[in-house]
């Protein structure tokens, strides 16, 4: 799997949108760019992932750049609930064995 | 709650003893993961398994740690001969394996271990 890096903290307004970048130079064609997030002493949980073209869900949007070689995350309205660290993953598509390198992640404070 | 379960969620125990953590995936889902996770640093991969095959470990999966998953349904990670520096937390996650969504995992909430 292809190695992201992220800067390693973020501020943000409560209620602005939050952007946090990603870069993965070194990503291959088969691989999706996926986001994590971590509330302090929790289980990471899934944000949203892509391929090549933009996503939104209810929780983010993706933004992937057309070389595929940064992405950025878009949490539209922060909350304080979204204080939390932010990992960027690139993960190989399709069967047999996979590992994910969760970095060290971008740590988001939302400040009221 | 059909999410991935893990127990005991919080586990101290003294230097020498052996421990076992239990993890439930998501119904269905074929494949079954373990990772690691110290204070300020990412989850680290520890292994895998594809139903009840163990197709990968990492080097960080010392003699003393062994899991297994012996129906392809629930999962079992122990670690003999606990040390201090195997203080941390354990996380499950799991994921289908097909489809469009199949390689996205999801995590369970990890079982702390304190060794003392």
């Known amino acids: 799997d292809a190695k992201t890096t992220q800067p390693p903290s973020m501020d943000c307004a409560e209620g602005r949108a939050a952007n946090l970048p990603c870069n993965h130079s070194?990503?291959?064609?088969?691989?999706?760019v996926y986001w994590y997030r971590q509330i302090h002493s929790q289980g990471p949980q899934y944000i949203i992932h892509g391929l090549k073209n933009n996503e939104t869900n209810e929780m983010a949007s993706l933004i992937i750049t057309e070389d595929r070689k940064s992405s950025t995350l878009i949490l539209p309205h922060a909350t304080l609930r979204d204080t939390a660290v932010y990992y960027c993953?690139?993960?190989?598509?399709?069967?047999?064995?996979?590992?994910?390198?969760f970095g060290a992640g971008t740590r988001l404070f939302v400040k009221a | 709650d059909t999410g991935v379960s893990q127990d005991p969620r919080h586990k101290i125990t003294k230097r020498g003893q052996n421990v076992t953590f239990r993890c439930d995936p998501i119904?269905?889902?074929?494949?079954l993961y373990w990772y690691r996770q110290t204070l300020g640093q990412g989850p680290e991969f520890l292994t895998y398994f594809q139903n009840e095959a163990q197709l990968e470990k990492s080097r960080l999966l010392s003699d003393r740690f062994s899991a297994e998953r012996p129906k392809g349904s629930f999962s079992t990670l122990e670690i003999q001969r606990t040390e201090q520096g195997d203080s941390a937390m354990y996380l499950c996650a799991s994921s289908l394996g097909r489809g469009q969504y199949g390689n996205t995992i999801y995590f369970g909430e990890g079982s702390w271990l304190t060794v003392v």
């Open positions: 070194t990503i291959s064609g088969n691989e999706y």
């Open positions: 993953i690139v993960r190989v598509v399709g069967t047999g064995g996979f590992k994910t390198i």
């Open positions: 119904s269905e889902h074929n494949r």
